[in-house]
């Protein structure tokens, strides 16, 4: 591997981004989502069941890409007014504000993939693998496979995210509180539109749009970090998903998207298209040709072991790089999540 850092390994020219005032792709976008999710719930029972579910998935992993892409500053140069447009929780379970508090601390690339220390990494310590028991680990061995990952994995990581969150909560995280009390009057905004107003049942609602939404999430999130020794290689690219890679806002072109956070998803295809050897070369190769070549290699087979190569000892430290330098652990709770939703 060459010494130099990713930063200088590829040309200049991804480094320059002309962000305008109102960047109005990513503002129709929204509308476009927000408009379709109004549609679709209104409308859903003069259309075929498997289209709502369809539809419905799809909305709400977009939504969830928009909700990416805002907290990256996008798509207005107002933090503010960009946090209000991801804000609504269409897929009900996860607060924004953690979400983005989460994802943060996610780009300190240098700790990518380590449990303690990434709130989005999928790996666990010797000291939680153990603490699971046979049918913990057994789903964290099934949930490392493609397969288990689309089917058990929405549950796996919404019921381990609430409970953690819950925990918190009962252990006086004050903090914690005041988010999920404002997350809860917009859920309850979104159900009363789906339950009161269009009449959807909420099993349909839950599954069609819920589940299928954080299957499809799951999906792009699987593959795209992996352990290797050098934090610059952690990062994967997916090519050749047009279809998928505007539902996840070209996020597949994922080791991209770490070194240049702040471009916004129209303009990734055509900057990865000009410079791919040089992000090729800075991920070490780490190249999936599509989504099916993922699910070839990994459908029933594991993407990698679940114990992080680093924490495979179970003496080792629970704590994080902020608790260790002093910080209070209430305040920096996204930094011990493993759970986390992945979709950075």
Not at 145 to 170: D, K, Q, S, Y
Not at 181 to 209: D, E, K, N, Q, R
């Amino acid at each position: 591997m060459s010494n130099q850092s990713p930063s200088d390994r590829y040309p200049p020219t991804v480094v320059r981004s002309a962000i305008a005032r109102v960047e109005w792709p990513t503002a129709l976008l929204a509308m476009g989502i927000y408009g379709g999710f109004l549609l679709l719930t209104y409308f859903w029972a003069a259309l075929p069941l498997v289209a709502v579910i369809a539809a419905g998935g799809w909305l709400v992993a977009w939504h969830g890409s928009l909700q990416h892409e805002v907290i990256h500053g996008h798509p207005t140069r107002s933090q503010r007014l960009n946090d209000a447009i991801g804000w609504p929780p269409l897929s009900l379970w996860l607060p924004y504000a953690i979400y983005r508090e989460g994802h943060l601390v996610h780009h300190r690339d240098e700790h990518l993939t380590d449990p303690i220390e990434d709130p989005e990494s999928s790996y666990l310590t010797q000291a939680t693998w153990n603490a699971l028991g046979w049918f913990g680990r057994s789903l964290a061995e099934l949930n490392t496979t493609l397969l288990g990952r689309l089917t058990i994995g929405p549950i796996v990581m919404i019921g381990n995210f609430l409970v953690e969150e819950a925990t918190l909560i009962v252990r006086g995280d004050k903090r914690r509180l005041r988010l999920w009390c404002v997350h809860s009057l917009g859920v309850c905004l979104v159900l009363t539109w789906v339950l009161v107003v269009c009449a959807m049942p909420l099993w349909l609602y839950l599954i069609g749009f819920v589940y299928v939404g954080a299957a499809l999430t799951r999906l792009r999130s699987y593959a795209e970090h992996r352990y290797a020794d050098h934090h610059s290689e952690r990062t994967a690219i997916v090519e050749n998903s047009p279809l998928f890679g505007l539902l996840f806002l070209y996020n597949n072109l994922h080791v991209l998207h770490h070194l240049r956070p702040g471009i916004p998803w129209y303009q990734i295809p055509k900057i990865y298209r000009d410079n791919r050897s040089a992000f090729v070369a800075a991920n070490g190769g780490l190249v999936y040709d599509g989504y099916a070549d993922v699910a070839r290699r990994f459908l029933f087979k594991p993407h990698d072991d679940p114990r992080h190569p680093n924490h495979r000892n179970a003496g080792s430290s629970e704590t994080t790089s902020f608790q260790r330098a002093g910080g209070n652990s209430s305040d920096n709770s996204a930094g011990r999540r493993t759970t986390l939703v992945a979709t950075d």
